[in-house]
T-cell receptor, first 113, second 116 residues
Framework: EAQVTQNPRYLITVTGKKLTVTCSQN?????MSWYRQDPGLGLRQIYY???????DKGDVPEGYKVSRKEKRNFPLILESPSPNQTSLYFC????????????FGDGTRLSIL | TQLLEQSPQFLSIQEGENLTVYCNSS?????LQWYRQEPGEGPVLLVT?????EVKKLKRLTFQFGDARKDSSLHITAAQPGDTGLYLC????????????????FGQGTILTVHP
């Protein structure tokens, strides 16, 4: 089944403790991206990747890192999480870019205390 | 930075009623996508519109793209409880180098509740 898988689905942690949210897709998609969703703000793009080893900032990249070492995986790294990064995070992928239909994961709810 | 404004922010209606939600952009759309999101899930693509004046139909859903490509609407006929969800519009933009469509900007969404 074609899917985008995020882990973990839920995480409660404390300020400053490094964490990684994994994202994996099995559709051989070139494009992957990360978003955060906050009430009343819709989804805001954090980072995107056009292909392996190619990443670029979205609208809200501060406090986040990403890497794209293999085509199927696009982890989101919070080196020193802070409470304002408490949010619902989504990973998405598409064949070649943002102008293609996006396939989203089911989300990761992060709470940073 | 492009801004997408959706209205209304909330909509609560009875089953069988018709409704329209709107998406307006601060700049000309590139490739507008409409998504629906249900609680606990990621957004799911409904349609993509590209050409000014374009109209697309998906069963009881009708999507229109303004001639000037700065506005779009989603009309639902005879709404059903299964239509309940968050409706999001999104537009793409070229990356800083102007070589590829990497950026995707979403509106804040319209929360639709259809009561039986």
């Amino acid at each position: 089944e074609a899917q985008v898988t995020q882990n973990p689905r839920y995480l409660i942690t404390v300020t400053g403790k490094k964490l990684t949210v994994t994202c994996s897709q099995n559709m051989n998609h070139e494009y992957m991206s990360w978003y955060r969703q906050d009430p009343g703000l819709g989804l805001r793009q954090i980072y995107y990747s056009m292909n392996v080893e190619v990443t670029d900032k979205g609208d809200v990249p501060e406090g986040y890192k990403v890497s794209r070492k293999e085509k199927r995986n696009f982890p989101l790294i919070l080196e020193s999480p802070s409470p304002n990064q408490t949010s619902l995070y989504f990973c998405a992928s598409s064949m070649t870019g943002a102008n293609q239909p996006q396939h989203f994961g089911d989300g990761t709810r992060l709470s940073i205390l | 930075t492009q801004l997408l404004e959706q209205s209304p922010q909330f909509l609560s209606i009875q089953e069988g009623e018709n409704l329209t939600v709107y998406c307006n952009s601060s700049s000309v759309f590139s490739s507008l996508q409409w998504y629906r999101q249900e609680p606990g899930e990621g957004p799911v693509l409904l349609v993509t519109v590209v050409t000014g004046g374009e109209v697309k139909k998906l069963k009881r859903l009708t999507f229109q793209f303004g001639d000037a490509r700065k506005d779009s609407s989603l009309h639902i006929t005879a709404a059903q409880p299964g239509d309940t969800g968050l409706y999001l519009c999104a537009d793409t933009a070229l990356n800083a180098g102007g070589t590829s469509y990497g950026k995707l900007t979403f509106g804040q969404g319209t929360i639709l509740t259809v009561h039986p």
